[in-house]
């Protein structure tokens, strides 16, 4: 079993920076490839960007590529979205995911954005730009 647990969402002016937090708990073998997703009112949950577990492949929705940074530190459980320039269209409900296979290569992002595709879930974060 698999805990994620997110933090560091809230209300931000445009133009603002955020970072969220997310802390895994229970077996390490089950998430290997970590990501985000966020979710707006009235819309379908929004892949936004995935990490591998040696953190050699990331990849990016291109709605927030070069604003957005993944990375995560296996040491401490945690996968981390730092969040620049941002919009009043990224307001949405941000979710950490977990996959048990990993997200290496190029191809595997064609995956990455279904939501099916990964296997746990935490309870979302917050992020209101205005």
């Known amino acids: 079993h698999v805990q994620l647990v997110e933090s560091g969402g809230g209300s931000v002016q445009a133009g603002g920076s955020l970072r969220l937090s997310c802390v895994a708990s229970g077996y390490t073998s089950s998430w290997n490839c970590m990501g985000w997703f966020r979710q707006a009112p009235g819309k379908e949950r929004e892949w936004v960007t995935s990490?591998?577990?040696?953190?050699?492949?990331?990849f990016y929705a291109d709605s927030v590529k070069g604003r957005f940074t993944i990375s995560r530190d296996n040491a401490e459980n945690t996968v981390y979205l730092q969040m620049n320039s941002l919009k009043p269209e990224d307001t949405a409900m941000y979710y950490c995911?977990?996959?048990?296979?990993?997200?290496?290569?190029?191809?595997?992002?064609?995956?990455?954005?279904?939501?099916?595709?990964?296997?746990?879930w935490g309870q979302g974060t917050q992020v209101t730009v205005s």
């Open positions: 995911a977990a996959r048990r296979g990993d997200c290496v290569g190029a191809s595997v992002r064609f995956v990455l954005s279904r939501v099916d595709a990964w296997n746990y």
């Open positions: 990490v591998s577990r040696a953190s050699d492949f990331t």
